[in-house]
T-cell receptor, first 111, second 112 residues
Framework: RKEVEQDPGPFNVPEGATVAFNCTYS??????FFWYRQDCRKEPKLLMSVYSSGNEDGRFTAQLNRASQYISLLIRDSKLSDSATYLC????????????FGSGTQLTVLP | DADVTQTPRNRITKTGKRIMLECSQTKGHDRMYWYRQDPGLGLRLIYYSFDVKDINKGEISDGYSVSRQAQAKFSLSLESAIPNQTALYFC???????????FGDGTRLSIL
């Protein structure tokens, strides 16, 4: 079983739609959680951290459910520029702050 | 100028050749990392270094070696390249209390 699992998609949605991505992690000692964005053939870039109480950054909302070992990312009012692959990332306690990446969920926002 | 620079950006080579990928950074970060990315597998950690005298194996270090020549430079070597090392390679840096969030542009390596 992968340590971090994501639905690979692709998700194809129209502009203005709301879309949600899910991610599950297997190690209960995971302590820090992030969403990264990766454009085609480009480097990953940090989109947002995920906090236990949930957090929002503009059109993006991230939530964490420790009991279910589940992370989500919600994108409201999708833009064409949101088209990318979204990577769920976890740091496990005691792992010297190494990142463990999910394989990513591909999103295409259609005009 | 980019904060994290990888060279070369693209490389095609033959099985058995020795390859070196270089990474340099201007962020002043102590920690540097090498990852590879394969379709459907996400990024996997190859090696990491917390300072010039510290080198650690990651998840998939077999077939690779690294050298931390200075705080700003961290190179990855494939001593005898094989086709299943064809991948996109990323270098990343971080300061001690944050995740590696500064990635280079990547090196696309193809081994024939």
């Amino acid at each position: 079983r992968k340590e971090v699992e994501q639905d690979p998609g692709p998700f194809n949605v129209p502009e203005g739609a709301t879309v949600a991505f899910n991610c599950t992690y297997s190690n209960s000692a995971s302590q820090s959680f992030f969403w990264y964005r990766q454009d085609c053939r480009k480097e990953p870039k940090l989109l947002m951290s995920v906090y236990s109480s949930g957090n929002e950054d503009g059109r993006f909302t991230a939530q964490l459910n420790r009991a279910s070992q589940y992370i989500s990312l919600l994108i409201r009012d999708s833009k064409l520029s949101d088209s990318a692959t979204y990577l769920c990332v976890v740091i496990v306690s005691g792992s010297a702050r190494q990142l463990t990446f999910g394989s990513g969920t591909q999103l295409t926002v259609l005009p | 100028d980019a904060d994290v620079t990888q060279t070369p950006r693209n490389r095609i080579t033959k099985t058995g050749k020795r390859i070196m990928l270089e990474c340099s950074q201007t962020k002043g970060h102590d920690r540097m990392y090498w990852y590879r990315q394969d379709p459907g597998l996400g990024l996997r950690l190859i090696y990491y270094s917390f300072d010039v005298k510290d080198i650690n194996k990651g998840e998939i270090s077999d077939g690779y070696s690294v050298s931390r020549q200075a705080q700003a430079k961290f190179s990855l070597s494939l001593e005898s390249a094989i086709p299943n090392q064809t991948a996109l390679y990323f270098c990343a840096t971080s300061d001690p209390n944050s995740q590696p969030q500064h990635f280079g542009d990547g090196t696309r390596l193809s081994i024939l």
